[in-house]
């Protein structure tokens, strides 16, 4: 357990707008494995910086924290129409991934936001509160656990085919929710042929859920995904927030094609590309030191015992 001071050395890093912003991520995935009130309140006093990226990982790391102190801070960022669209969404989501009800009504509110990709994540929140109130966090016969440590805005569909999971993962008729449990599904399947079957999904309409099939190949690290993740971070009109996540997906993946291609963005004209890029090779780097670890596909940030 971290002692008090500890804990505020390392929010003070996170806190400072002159530390690279490389240094801050690490000082945020730390303070999101040690927890508590303290940190929590480190990671929310950090919400005024300027780069959307890293306000966007606060956000992520509350989320993944479900720790309801969070909940205020959460609340602020998704009705502040100042903030950025993806940092909105990520407060959002994370509200989902608390799993509190009392959150419900309001995320029902933004649900009809404006801003689209703030719609369909309250939506996907709101079905994910409603699943866990109805009992929906009791295991199920027929579906492959999360191999990973992550909280997600879905639970994944009961076991089927690659082929049937891949139908309903690109059937842009159906909800969202549907088509999130389907994605989770042929993640948890954890083969090349669901990596394929979840890189078609790219090509979706929604820029959101082209933004978490970015996510979970970077989760998978899988080399299958490298073409179409190079591809969408290379697509002219592309929405910057779905390339972030690819760029980071690449830096999990980290061979070094992957790296030539975050080499030649990390001067990107996107401000959040261009960090997101930084932040994919500086997780190559540390994954491969002996001083810290990321995991879980995402600049999860453990300290190596």
């Not at 030191?289 to 999860?300: H, K, M, N, P, V």
Request: hydrophobic share 40%.
């Amino acid at each position: 357990m971290a002692s008090e001071k500890e804990v505020s050395a390392v929010g003070r890093i996170l806190a400072d707008p002159q530390v690279p912003l490389t240094a801050r991520f690490r000082a945020l995935f730390t303070l999101r494995n040690l927890g508590g009130a303290e940190a929590i309140d480190w990671i929310s006093k950090t919400f005024v910086d300027e780069s959307a990226l890293l306000k966007h990982e606060l956000a992520y790391c509350l989320g993944q924290m479900q720790d309801e102190k969070a909940i205020p801070i959460l609340e602020v960022v998704l009705k502040d129409t100042t903030q950025e669209p993806m940092v909105r969404h990520e407060a959002g989501e994370a509200l989902g991934a608390i799993g509190n009800p009392e959150v419900l009504d309001l995320l029902k509110e933004y649900s009809k936001d404006p801003v689209i990709e703030v719609a369909e994540t309250c939506q996907l929140a709101v079905r994910r509160l409603e699943w866990l109130m109805n009992g929906g966090d009791q295991i199920e016969d027929g579906v492959d656990g999360n191999p990973y440590t992550s909280v997600d805005p879905a639970p994944p569909a009961p076991r089927k085919s690659v082929s049937e999971l891949r139908a309903q993962l690109l059937d842009e008729a159906l909800p969202l929710f549907e088509r999130y449990r389907a994605m989770f599904a042929l993640r948890n399947m954890g083969t090349e042929e669901a990596v394929l079957a979840l890189g078609d999904g790219l090509q979706c309409g929604s820029a959101l859920f082209r933004h978490e099939i970015g996510y979970v190949l970077g989760q998978m690290q899988h080399e299958a995904s490298i073409p179409q993740l190079q591809a969408v971070l290379e697509r002219d009109g592309e929405s910057a927030m779905v390339r972030h996540e690819c760029a980071e997906a690449l830096g999990a993946i980290g061979k070094e094609s992957c790296l030539q291609t975050l080499r030649r963005y990390r001067e990107d004209s996107e401000r959040v590309v261009k960090e997101s890029c930084e932040v994919a090779l500086d997780m190559y780097e540390y994954e491969n030191s002996t001083q810290f670890q990321y995991a879980d596909g995402l600049l999860r940030l453990q300290r190596v015992q």
